[in-house]
């Protein structure tokens, strides 16, 4: 059985061509900011964002590592896509990844919040080009991860028909859960 991490990637990549541009919401450690440059090559956009200096530094190392010359790091709030990426000319996004949570290694303290994933699933939704995905992997396990988690799924239950919408999690309570939203062209 695949992973969480494992099923985002999956769907993301199955969508994803080069040239595309992406956004990372979380970029945490750099993980997923890495995977997207990786799909969408040398000629597409990934913008990814965290609140944490930390993290931002970590996911720069792990990008100038590798080589990756197609990533625009944002030391901003995921709430400020729709913002930054009309700064940057981006009206239209392939994909849009979230870790919901707080960053592996860093302050537990400092954790995503509702309001503030609200508002950037919102735009993602509104980006997200036809055929295009979202992945929100919500980490619960910690104070306010539950309620997040209760507010993303609330949230993904307006999108309507245009939307198709897939939870998968494990039998814990307190394990994490990965909603994986497509966009159809026409709505059901």
């Not at 099923?7 to 040239?19: D, F, K, N, Q, Y």
């Not at 994909?95 to 950037?120: C, E, I, S, W």
């Not at 980006?127 to 104070?143: F, I, K, N």
């Not at 993303?152 to 859960?177: A, D, H, I, M, Y």
Request: aromatic share 4%; charged share 20%; hydrophobic share 40%.
């Amino acid at each position: 059985m695949l992973k969480l991490t494992e099923l985002a990637h999956e769907a993301v990549r199955s969508v994803v061509r080069p040239g595309e541009a992406v956004v990372d919401a979380t970029c945490g450690n750099g993980h997923d900011t890495l995977f997207l440059a990786s799909l969408v090559g040398k000629d597409g956009d990934v913008h990814a964002f965290d609140i944490q200096k930390n993290a931002i530094e970590q996911t720069l190392d792990r990008v100038a590592a590798s080589g990756c010359e197609q990533v625009v790091l944002h030391h901003r709030s995921h709430a400020e896509l729709d913002t930054v990426l009309t700064e940057a000319g981006i009206s239209v996004i392939a994909a849009m990844m979230f870790n919901l949570g707080y960053l592996p290694g860093g302050d537990h303290a400092v954790t995503t919040k509702p309001q503030a994933t609200l508002a950037a699933l919102r735009t993602g939704s509104k980006m997200l080009r036809t055929g295009g995905v979202m992945t929100v992997l919500a980490y619960v396990g910690h104070p306010g991860g539950m309620d997040e988690a209760a507010e993303v799924e609330q949230f993904l239950g307006t999108l309507g028909g245009r939307f198709e919408v897939q939870l998968r999690k494990n039998e814990s309570p307190v394990s994490p859960r990965l909603w994986i939203v497509g966009k159809r062209s026409v709505e059901m």
